[in-house]
DNA sequence: AATATAAGTAAGTGATTACTTATGAAAAAA
DNA sequence: TTTTTTCATAAGTAATCACTTACTTATATT
C-alpha cells in the first residue's frame, strides 16, 4: 500500500466507518472490518488514531461541522424567521436522509458501551439543536409571526421528536416514507401550532 | 446452587438483564457476566434459553403485557376521547420513567447488531402504538373534541417525538426533569395542537 | 426403592476483539 | 548522498465472546 499521510488516511478511515455503520451495522465495525475495507493492515488503523473510539469522537465533530454550523448560518441570516425555520428542517431532515440515519446509530454506540464522553457529545449536539431553534422561535415571536402565548421550551421539545423519528424509522428500515413531502408537511404541521397556540 | 424450575428461573434470568442494562450498559450484557449477577454457572443460562438474543425476545415480549395492552385497555374504555388519551400518555410516561429508557436500550441493541428479528419487533411495538393513539383521535374527532382538520397521520408522528425523546434524554443522563409536571404539560400542549389545528 | 428427568457445574471450544511490537521501506530533510 | 522521520506490515498479545460438552446431582414419578 502506498503511504499516504495521517490526514488523508483519517479521512479514508472516517468515509469507511460510516459505509460500515450503513451497510453492515455497527457490530460489523471491528478494527479489522475497517482496515479490510480501505486496503490497510489493522496496525495502520492505530498509526493515524490512538484509539478505535478516536474515529468515533472525529465523526461526531464532522457532524457538528456538516450539519449544525450549516443550520446555524442559516439561523443567523436576515430573513423571517419562518423561513429560518423552514430552511433549517431541511438543512436536518436532508442531513438525516443522506447519512442514513448516522446520529441515532452513534446513540446507539453511546448506549451499547456506557459510554459518558460519547454520551455527552450526543447530549451536546442535541442541545445546541434545541438553542439553534428555541432562538429562531423567538425571533418568530418578536416579529409577531407566531403567537407569545407559546412555551418556548415544550415548542421545542415537540419539534426535536420530528428528527429523532425520522432517524429511529430509518434505522428500523421504515418503508414508503414520502421524502420529497416531508419537510414541507411537517413545516405546516408546525407553523399550525406556532401560529396557534 | 439450589435447583429451580425454568419458569422461576427465566424470570430471574430476564430481571437480571434489565439490571445489568440500566447499570453497566448493553456491552456488560455478556452470558458471563449475567450468570455472575444471578449466582448461577454460565452453562445454566442456557439450559433457560436457548440463545442469548432469546432473553431480549422475551424482555420485549413482557414490554408488550405490560406497556402495550395497558395503554389498549385505556383506549377501549367508555370515556370522553381526551381523558382516555391522558391516560394512555401517563401509562406509557410511567413505564419509560421506570424502567430507564430499556426500550430504546433494546432499540439501541438491534441496531448494533444490525438484527432484523430485533429491528421487527421494536418497529411493531411502535406502530402498535401509534395505532392505539390514532384511533383514539379520531375518536375525539367524531366526540367534536377535536378539529376535523387535522391530519391525524401527522399529529401521531408528532405525538411519538414525546416518548421517545423522554427514552433518549434519560439514556442521556438528563438531569432536572420535572417528572410530576411532565405529563400535564405535554397533554396540555398535545390537546391545544387538536383543537386549534 | 428404583428409575427417569430436569437442573446444575467445571472446563472447555474456536472465533473475535482492540491494540502492540518488531521490523522494514518510502519519502523528506539534511 | 546520507540521515531522519513517517508510514506500512506481519505477527503477535491477552482478553472476551456466545455457546458446548461431559458429567453430576436433586427432585418427581413409577
Redesign the pocket.
Known sequence: ??????EI?QQQIKRAVLEIIASEGLA??????LAKKIG?????I???FK???DIILAIIQDIRTDMLERMCVVARQDAPADKRLFKMMCIQVKYILKNEGINILLFSEAAHYNDSVLKREIHDILSSQKKIFKDVIKSGISEELWSDRINVDDVVMLYMGIPINLNIELVLNRKGLKTESFCKRMFALFSNILINQ
Open positions: 500500500m502506498k503511504k499516504q499521510n495521517t488516511r460489523q465495525l471491528s478494527t479489522r472490518n490497510l493492515s489493522e496496525g495502520a492505530f498509526r493515524h484509539r478505535k473510539q
